[in-house]
């Protein structure tokens, strides 16, 4: 190789190397330039930023101070007035308080006046008492005794016809009771009581069917009285046969028997026994049905099977012409109405009036009154604790706990006793209520009479000038002994007679 080339290679290549250092020398410096301008520019900027933000945050600063001075003052101003209130009130309570101690203070100058004229009065008491001795020349016990004597005379006439009207209360209060207890527990009770109350007729196809119920040496008419309880009775009636029993349950389901029998026509012991298992079958099941159907008549639940055969035993019972079942659900809509209206839960109330003569219909060989066995077995069935009470106290038997029982015995007087309710019809309602004011107008003296509260009560009107009060109460007397002894009639009969005098006088 030529030693010029490569010498003009070597210059070329040391050119080119300090070419690029003189051009990188250049950029370096040029970017150390800007980047001394661009450090300054943010420190420019960031100075601006940092004053900016002061400014700011002295702003936010004073703007806080104000509102801190602004609640402090309000705070101030409301201490200022809770003071001034203070101020006020204290003075009220000193002015109070000063005006008790005068007023205690008049008090004990009262008391002790007091005790002085007591002081005086008992002293001036003994001396006219020492004195009135001396005059009348008579011991204290004497006069005493005296006293006693001379008020009595006075009043015992008063207190002789008192006596005489509590004692009649009481004694028709005592029948009334005594007649609902004997009815009660009769029904419980299977006796051989009047047929034409307590008896079932099954009508026979023929004559020859009696001598068949009778059976050889009467083998056949003994062995159904036995299993049934019931009495036969083949001789009462031409073409039948009539069934005696107190126990409405018991007879029903004899009648069923005995029919079953008559239509099948095959009579001894054996066909007897089946047939009597297939009607107390039949009734057992139409008594739950009863049972049942009363419930959902009412929309209630949660009543256990042993519960709604009870309740279905009552379809066959009847007080005073007035079936037991229809009388209880009629006293669960009543007690259910109440309740509403007082605000209380009808579904306890519903439930105290359907079950509270569930009693009725137990076996006699359960001891206590139909109130308090019902209670007991709706306790023993988890009943709610207000519904049993209410039932056990519905005769006030047992003091009530709840108003539930207020309101049932409400609702059983009310069914009971409303007009028609029971035996009689709404004709012989309306002429019992006409006799019982005629009783009342047959009596001189009287000038009106009116029968009011379902006639229940009797008001009379008597002439003032031609009846004294002596008179009037001797006429009020007379017209409850004539109602007792000419009226039948439910629960009791309450007799007012008025005497009233007006002077009425016209200005003109």
């Given at each position: 190789m030529d030693p010029n080339t490569l010498l003009f290679g070597v210059l070329g290549v040391a050119l080119g190397i300090l070419a690029v250092w003189i051009l990188t020398f250049r950029y370096r410096a040029k970017a150390q330039v800007e980047a001394s301008s661009i450090v300054e520019l943010a420190r420019k900027e960031a100075s601006v930023d940092r004053k900016q933000q002061l400014a700011e945050a002295d702003l936010e600063i004073k703007k806080l101070r104000q509102e801190l001075e602004q609640e402090i003052h309000t705070l101030r101003s409301d201490l200022t007035d809770r003071e001034k209130e203070l101020v006020v009130k204290e003075k009220s309570a000193t002015v109070l308080d000063q005006d008790l101690q005068k007023r205690l203070t008049q008090?004990?100058?009262?008391?002790?006046?007091?005790?002085?004229?007591?002081?005086?009065?008992?002293?001036?008491?003994?001396?006219?008492?020492?004195?009135?001795?001396?005059?009348?020349?008579?011991?204290?016990?004497?006069?005493?005794?005296?006293?006693?004597?001379?008020v009595r005379r006075e009043c015992e006439d008063d207190l002789r016809e008192m006596r005489q009207q509590l004692l009649n209360q009481s004694e028709q209060e005592v029948q009334r009771e005594a007649k609902r207890i004997l009815l009660t527990t009769m029904q419980r009770i299977a006796s051989t009581p009047d047929a034409s109350n307590a008896a079932s007729t099954v009508a026979l196809p023929n004559d020859e069917m009696k001598g068949r119920i009778i059976g050889k040496e009467g083998r056949n008419i003994k062995a159904f009285e036995a299993l049934t309880g019931v009495t036969l009775m083949i001789d009462e009636l031409p073409g039948s046969v009539l069934i005696s029993c107190f126990d409405p349950v018991r007879r029903e389901a004899a009648r069923v028997a005995l029919e079953l029998l008559v239509k099948d026509g095959r009579i001894h012991p054996a066909s007897i026994e089946e047939s009597i298992q297939k009607g107390q079958k039949e009734i057992d099941n139409l008594v739950f049905q009863y049972g049942e159907e009363a419930v959902q008549k009412l929309n209630l639940t949660g009543l256990?099977?042993?519960?709604?055969?009870?309740?279905?035993?009552?379809?066959?019972?009847?007080?005073?012409?007035?079936?037991?079942?229809?009388?209880?659900?009629?006293?669960?809509?009543?007690?259910?109405?109440?309740?509403?209206?007082?605000?209380?839960?009808?579904?306890?109330?519903?439930?105290?009036?359907?079950?509270?003569?569930?009693?009725?219909?137990?076996?006699?060989?359960y001891e206590g009154s139909h109130a308090m066995m019902a209670a007991r077995i709706l306790r023993g069935y988890g009943e709610n604790e207000a519904v049993a009470n209410a039932v056990e106290a519905h005769h006030k038997e047992v003091e009530p706990t709840s108003l539930y029982a207020p309101l049932l015995m409400i609702a059983d007087s009310v069914s009971a006793t409303r007009p028609g309710a029971r035996v009689e019809s709404l004709d012989a309602y309306v002429k019992r209520l006409e006799r019982l004011e005629s009783i009342a107008k047959d009596i001189d003296g009287i000038s009106e009479v009116y029968a009011i509260q379902a006639g229940?009560?009797?008001?009379?009107?008597?002439?003032?000038?031609?009846?004294?009060?002596?008179?009037?109460?001797?006429?009020?007397?007379?017209?409850?002994?004539?109602?007792?002894?000419?009226?039948?009639?439910p629960s009791t009969i309450k007799v007012t007679v008025i005497r009233e005098q007006r002077f009425t006088e016209t200005a003109t």
């Open positions: 008090i004990s100058e009262r008391e002790h006046g007091l005790e002085q004229q007591s002081s005086a009065i008992a002293s001036q008491t003994t001396t006219y008492r020492q004195k009135l001795e001396e005059l009348a020349q008579l011991s204290p016990d004497l006069i005493r005794s005296r006293l006693e004597d001379e256990p099977s042993e519960v709604l055969s009870l309740l279905g035993k009552l379809k066959y019972r009847y007080s005073l012409n007035q079936n037991t079942l229809e009388h209880s659900i009629e006293c669960a809509y009543i007690c259910s109405m109440l309740a509403s209206e007082l605000g209380l839960d009808p579904n306890l109330a519903k439930r105290a009036g359907l079950l509270h003569d569930i009693g009725k219909a137990v076996e006699h060989e229940r009560e009797i008001r009379v009107m008597v002439e003032p000038d031609h009846v004294n009060s002596q008179d009037a109460r001797k006429i009020a007397r007379t017209i409850r002994n004539r109602i007792e002894e000419e009226l039948q009639y």
